[in-house]
């Protein structure tokens, strides 16, 4: 398989501030290795405060990394030019209703994007909106609504379609299901497998769900206290963890469903 995501030893590293002075400094991140290829799945998991979220801004470009490289189509992205990497790399967030801007309708939303980076005039942005629109299953109508007027899951689909509209290699997912109830959850994820078959789109989840990852991944990298502790192919990883904590991670499932079978027979 081809290449498309190469990552070289990125680090993450925050000055702590005492007053006037350079306090400390915190590594949020350690040096960290990985490759995507086209068309696969990474899920990065991890307890909180692992690094995961780190990862997933410095790829996507919404912070930039203390030290290591970036390639994509084997070239460097240059880690201050956020607009190179705009169309190739778009990034969802968790909390879809915050991630929307409650003044502006749905349409003009998804515009921006290809106002800033398409030379299309108004009548191509507006069907190139309303195609990507009907490709995340929203309704025209939806065009003209504010974030306010559509349900969680509408949200989240119109977060899907900003990510997309721009024909992206890669979509990074920050924990975007969290918000969703198991049967919109279940809606969403089908929704983007379909779509990555479609449109060939690689994908990196954040995620803490055992069950969405082994349904959706091809990779899993393991993530704990800023360092990567294990990497390899979700069935790989699955079936033989070298790893206590990737076999805890990988195994909470089994634990939720016997605790959620245990209330019930409460």
């Not at 997912?173 to 279940?186: M, Q």
Request: charged share 20%; with cysteine.
């Amino acid at each position: 398989m081809t290449k498309l995501l190469e990552v070289h030893a990125i680090c993450k590293y925050y000055q702590q501030k005492q007053g006037w002075l350079p306090g400390r400094r915190i590594c949020a991140l350690e040096p960290i290795s990985f490759s995507l290829n086209k068309g696969e799945t990474l899920a990065i998991m991890g307890e909180t405060g692992s690094g995961k979220s780190t990862i997933a801004k410095l790829i996507a470009g919404a912070d930039v990394p203390s030290n290591g490289e970036i390639w994509l189509h084997g070239k460097r992205l240059d880690p201050h030019n956020y607009r190179q990497r705009c169309r190739d790399i778009r990034m969802i967030f968790q909390d879809s209703m915050r991630s929307l801007n409650p003044q502006l309708t749905i349409g003009k939303q998804l515009s921006e994007a290809l106002k800033f980076n398409t030379n299309w005039n108004l009548a191509q942005q507006t069907e190139h909106v309303l195609q990507t629109l009907s490709k995340v299953g929203l309704l025209p109508d939806h065009y003209h609504f504010y974030p306010h007027m559509l349900s969680t899951g509408q949200q989240q689909r119109v977060c899907i379609a900003r990510a997309i509209i721009l024909e992206p290699q890669i979509i990074v997912a920050d924990e975007a299901f969290v918000a969703l109830d198991p049967s919109i959850r279940a809606q969403i994820i089908n929704l983007i497998l379909d779509l990555q078959e479609d449109m060939g789109i690689s994908f990196i989840f954040v995620s803490h769900s055992p069950e969405i990852v082994k349904h959706v991944a091809d990779k899993i990298l393991i993530m704990h206290r800023g360092k990567m502790i294990e990497f390899g192919t979700t069935e790989a990883l699955i079936h033989n963890p070298q790893h206590q904590l990737t076999r805890m991670l990988l195994q909470s499932e089994l634990l939720n469903k016997a605790l959620k079978h245990t209330t019930t027979q409460e």
